[in-house]
């Protein structure tokens, strides 16, 4: 029998089995490393990259059951329907076709029987005419200077995806232009723009789906009274890049220019539509932007393609999948070994959590326990010196460790030790792999090391951007994947729609207060009637503090 989640099919119990025994002693990484070709047996190369998985715990027997879910669940029939259009986002009637952002075939992909490629060429086309006239100060601002600084006023997806890539390809970067972010409503965001840019030579670009977003709205009325302050036109100063029909595609409201993005690319899938590829193609030119949609475009293809035994992300997905449901573990950490991805697990964070933190099956039926992991991470060797204490000695997470071959900066070639500070990181990156996995067994508790800590290496060539291409669509279909293997919709987020609505009862609360000096929020609860006060410079108890904050 064909089922759409895990916890349905026939194969859920006996993996439940095979995870207990590989508890066992025997089956302790230490022992699983040491047999023959562990490496060569489980790593698997593909578009580019390599995966190695030898330092899971996994062995032959459970790999191959694990491996049965491909056919079990209809993954990539699944992945292959997402791709041609179908609307799998069951909750919001939509298509998922962030796929489609990055297809250069001539193969119509149709959404209600409408060919949705010819509106996503347009829309490259204009970004590729737009960048080249930024770029080469054909377009200027209100007082007739090139721009050199970019404003993202946006926030998750409309600038974490983009944030990431941006970080990864900042080397190629011809200075022309420079990339700032401006997604939260603090203040202190928005002062810490306005300190680093030239007003004159600014572009705001405003990225919003929805154009409702509070955040991003108050940013660009921030900015707006920021320009006009500066005897700036806005309206030679900003793009939109917003759904089309949405607040931000208003003629009545003058911009440079509108680009659109589609309700069937969900914001955290969407650094490689217009949301991406305005400030990208503005900071490294239209092509390097066309080199990255190449390389996801590529990964996409292995995805649906790949058999489940050489498909990456698949595999990245199933072990995931046996970490969390199986074995247990809570949370995962993305660790590269490459500064310039400082920027991927705060994207990660969005694009898996968002999708897959969810507590309902796709059929609206419950989860127990809920779907999802708590993903974090930060570079390394920086995390060895940060929170690899506990990942050695404390409560165990699996790690995603990723390397890369070729660095960048290389005509900065020293060497201390006899190695050069490349090879220094391998070093460690290679050992701490083997650390987490074979331990250390000490009669000194403190010093003793249990080992048995999994993880997985992903080696990329180079961060050229076709590379960052495939790393971005490697964890898009990973994502994917692993909704599909729990059998949840990965593509709606009605988890944030609480915290908004609560927050708008209390923005209206204080706009009153603003206008009305004597309303002492004595209609309001007795904790949100304290930090109001307290806002306003009133103690938890009604009186004046000496402290302003
Ligand atoms: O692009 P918008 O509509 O401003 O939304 C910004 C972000 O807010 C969310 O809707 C909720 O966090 C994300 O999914 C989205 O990326």
């Known amino acids: 029998m064909t089922s759409f989640r895990l916890d349905q099919t026939t194969v859920h119990q006996p993996l439940l089995q095979e995870a207990q025994r ?5 089956n302790h990484l230490r022992r699983l490393i040491e047999t023959p070709d562990r490496l060569k047996r489980y790593s698997i190369e593909g578009c580019g990259m390599l995966l190695d998985y030898s330092r899971q715990r996994l062995d032959d027997a459970a790999r191959r059951l694990l491996f049965t879910l491909e056919d079990a669940l209809r993954l990539r029939q ?3 329907a997402m791709c041609a259009g179908e609307k799998i986002n069951v909750t919001e009637n939509r298509a998922v076709l962030h796929t489609a952002a990055r297809a250069f075939g001539d193969d119509p992909i149709r959404v209600d029987g409408r060919d949705v490629m010819p509106e996503i060429r347009r829309v490259r086309d204009q970004m590729k005419q737009f960048s080249e006239q930024v770029r080469s100060g054909a377009i200027t601002g209100s007082t007739g200077k090139p721009f050199r600084h970019v ?7 409309s600038y974490l995806g983009t944030e990431f890539v941006s970080t990864a390809l900042a080397a190629l970067s011809d200075r022309r232009l420079t990339l700032h972010y401006l997604a939260n409503v603090d203040i202190h965001n928005f002062g810490a723009v306005a ?5 004159e030579t600014t572009l705001w670009v405003v990225i919003s789906k929805s154009y409702t977003t509070a955040e991003t709205s108050a940013n660009t009325h921030q900015a707006e009274q920021f320009m006009r302050d500066k005897g700036l036109d806005p309206a030679r100063h900003t793009v939109t890049v917003t759904s089309k029909g949405s607040p931000g595609d208003d003629p009545a409201r003058p911009v440079l220019q509108t680009f659109h993005m589609f309700d069937f690319i969900g914001g955290r899938y969407s650094v490689t539509s217009a949301v991406g590829g305005v400030p990208l193609s503005l900071l490294l030119g239209y092509d390097r932007f066309e080199a990255f949609l190449l390389g996801a475009a590529e990964m996409d293809r292995h995805a649906l393609e790949a058999p489940v035994a050489k498909n990456l992300p698949l595999i990245a997905a199933l072990i995931s999948i046996w970490n969390t449901s199986l074995l247990g573990y809570g949370q995962q950490a993305i660790i590269p070994y490459a500064s310039p991805l400082a920027k991927l697990a705060p994207h990660v964070q969005q694009l898996n959590m968002e999708s897959n933190g969810k507590a309902a099956d796709i059929q609206g039926d419950s989860l127990e326990p809920p779907a999802g992991v708590v993903i974090f991470g930060e570079p390394g060797t920086n995390a060895q010196h940060s929170f690899f204490q506990l990942a050695h000695q404390g409560h165990p997470f699996p790690i995603e460790f990723i390397g890369v071959r070729t660095p960048q900066y290389t005509q900065y070639t020293a060497r201390s030790k006899g190695v050069t500070n490349h090879q220094e990181l391998w070093a460690n990156l290679v050992a701490q792999a083997n650390a987490l996995a074979a331990g250390r067994p000490s009669e000194d508790r403190t010093r003793h090391f249990e ?4 993880s997985s290496t992903l080696v990329l060539e ?7 291409g495939r790393l971005l669509s490697f964890y898009e279909a990973r994502t994917v994947y692993e909704g599909f293997i729990w059998g949840i919709n990965s593509f709606d987020q009605f988890g944030v729609e609480l915290g908004k609505v609560l927050a708008d009862d209390l923005r209206m609360r204080i706009a009153r207060r603003n206008s009305e000096p004597d309303y002492d929020f004595g209609d309001m609860d007795d904790i949100g009637r304290g930090y109001l006060r307290l806002l306003f410079g009133e103690s938890f108890r009604g009186r004046v503090l000496s402290v302003k904050f």
């Open 22 to 26: 590989m508890q066992r002693p025997e």
């Open 78 to 80: 699944r992945f292959g």
């Open 151 to 157: 404003v993202v006023i946006g926030i998750g997806g």
């Open 195 to 199: 300190a680093a840019i030239d007003p």
């Open 451 to 454: 080992g048995n800590r999994p």
């Open 462 to 468: 180079d961060l050229q951007p076709i590379n960052v």
